[in-house]
């Protein structure tokens, strides 16, 4: 039998430990998720009002290179990242982020700067809202998540034939769909990280799983900024 006492304030010295790990593991993932979207926005905003640039890449078969290189990216991502040093991780996450915002350069070319804007904080709003709620609801998400993954599986194949069909209203469709997904993926994966980091937290792919956890926040992000921006935005 165990009859040693605990000792006073152990309990809630150990609790405050957590927390404050958890916190800063959180705030490292936003980190990079920020600075990430920083780079991407650099990007597509160098490139879009660069006459020269956007028109040698979306004037040509270039343009096929910067929509599909994000998605090679991920997959990339996906298979790799678990044999990369943390630091490889965040150079190869940093490199994406440039990518993606090559990839998003032809939205200056297609809506006014104004709509960019509203549905860049339009998108912020609703994110930080949903990530606030995954954080700190004690509502299990799991099953909604496997709803919304098999949801977010079909909106790509859907996303991927309208390239060529171009039917504006699957496009719509397409867009209202993706702003439920995304919004309710920022929830989960939010709470998928949080979970994470109490199962993983002291082991060294800890640090790693910030930036992992970036790029699943990152991608929610940019796809319901961007399905926002093809319902509301303004055309030029």
Same mark, same amino acid.
Not at 82 to 90: I, Q, V, W
Not at 147 to 174: C, K
Not at 191 to 199: E, G, L, P, T, V
């Given at each position: ?5 605990? $000792? ?14 958890? @916190?800063?593991?959180? $705030? ?28 040698? #890449? ?97 909106? #790509? ?34 709470? @998928? ?44």
């Amino acid at each position: 039998m165990n009859n040693r006492v605990p $000792l006073p304030g152990y309990g809630a010295s150990r609790t405050a430990q957590t927390d404050a790990g958890l @916190r800063a593991h959180m $705030l490292g993932v936003f980190r990079n998720m920020g600075l990430g979207l920083v780079i991407t926005g650099l990007v597509a905003a160098f490139i879009g009002n660069t006459p020269v640039l956007a028109a040698a #890449i979306f004037g040509t078969p270039l343009k096929w290179v910067a929509i599909f290189a994000p998605l090679a990216f991920v997959f990339f991502f996906t298979f790799r990242i678990e044999k990369m040093t943390t630091s490889g991780a965040r150079m190869a996450f940093w490199a994406f982020s440039a990518v993606m915002g090559v990839s998003l350069a032809s939205i200056f070319l297609m809506f006014t700067g104004g709509s960019i804007a509203q549905a860049f904080f339009s998108a912020a709003v609703m994110f930080l809202a949903m990530s606030l709620w995954g954080y700190t609801t004690q509502r299990d998400l799991t099953k909604m998540g496997s709803f919304l993954i098999m949801g977010l599986i079909g909106i #790509i194949v859907a996303s991927l034939i309208n390239i060529f069909i171009g039917s504006s209203a699957m496009a719509m469709v397409i867009s209202i769909l993706g702003v439920v997904i995304f919004t309710g993926l920022t929830a989960w994966d939010t709470q @998928r990280i949080k979970s994470d980091y109490f199962a993983y937290a002291g082991h060294e792919i800890a640090a790693k799983m910030q930036v992992m956890g970036a790029l699943s926040l990152y991608l929610n992000f940019v796809n319901l900024f961007q399905m926002l921006l093809s319902l509301t935005g303004e055309r030029e």
